[in-house]
């Protein structure tokens, strides 16, 4: 198993410019979510989704769409990039259990620098 | 905001030391997870505590949990050069299955 797969690894974008993170994971989980990592800020939910076909808004949502066409994929889109989105960006997964937050595996990230 | 808090932001040590790094969290909680992450890497997942557990081993590692302190401590034991590394904690605030992770203690292991 890939487990849970990024791409790209590295993107560089001007201001302004749109993009599109993927996310794929073979594990058959409900939930996904993205994050950001900024130095000393730890993880901060940005959207996640408990199931194909839906999403929810996290922590910081603004400027950042997702969608979850697949089960197995959650895509987030940055419409027009801004210097604030420089950041490194995760993706995870998990499965479900009563609802309950349960073990999160986590993808190998995606570096975004925005210029 | 951050639900879980790391102390210390960073630990130095030698190798075959233990170490020790505590979280602290303000609403009430299911569970309790640490991840690791080591440089320029995802996090991965050590161990989850629930909120009826008081402590929790997995090979080197001891989790004990407080939760009329709201805290949880980690210990690694017999450190290793490869357990260097940033360790987090996480917490689910009785909100599903949402997680809010701290910002995490870097460990350092010296040879």
């Known amino acids: 198993n890939a487990g849970v797969t990024q791409t790209p690894k590295f993107r560089v974008l001007k201001t302004g410019q749109s993009m599109t993170l993927l996310c794929a994971q073979d594990?058959?989980?409900?939930?996904m979510y993205w994050y950001r990592q900024d130095p000393g800020m730890g993880l901060r939910l940005i959207h996640y989704s408990v199931g194909e076909g839906t999403t929810a808004k996290g922590e910081v949502p603004d400027g950042y769409n997702v969608s979850r066409l697949k089960k197995q994929n959650f895509l987030l889109g940055l419409e027009s990039a801004a210097p604030s989105q420089t950041s490194v960006y995760f993706c995870?997964?998990?499965?479900?259990?009563?609802?309950?937050?349960?073990?999160?595996?986590f993808g190998p990230g995606t570096r975004l620098l925005v210029l | 905001s951050q639900q879980g808090e790391e102390d210390p932001q960073a630990l130095s040590i030698q190798e075959g030391e233990n170490a020790t790094m505590n979280c602290s969290y303000k609403t009430s909680i299911n569970n309790l997870q640490w991840y690791r992450q080591n440089s320029g890497r995802g996090l991965v997942h050590l161990i989850l505590i629930r909120s009826n557990e008081r402590e929790k081993h997995s090979g080197r590692l001891r989790v004990t949990l407080d939760t009329s302190k709201k805290s949880s401590s980690l210990l690694i034991t017999a450190s290793r050069a490869a357990d260097t590394a940033s360790y987090f904690c996480?917490?689910?605030?009785?909100?599903?299955?949402?997680?809010?992770f701290g910002a995490g203690t870097t460990v350092t292991v010296r040879a």
């Open positions: 995870a997964s998990s499965s479900s259990d009563g609802g309950r937050a349960e073990t999160q595996y």
């Open positions: 996480a917490t689910d605030a009785r909100k599903g299955y949402k997680l809010s």
């Open positions: 594990m058959n989980h409900e939930y």
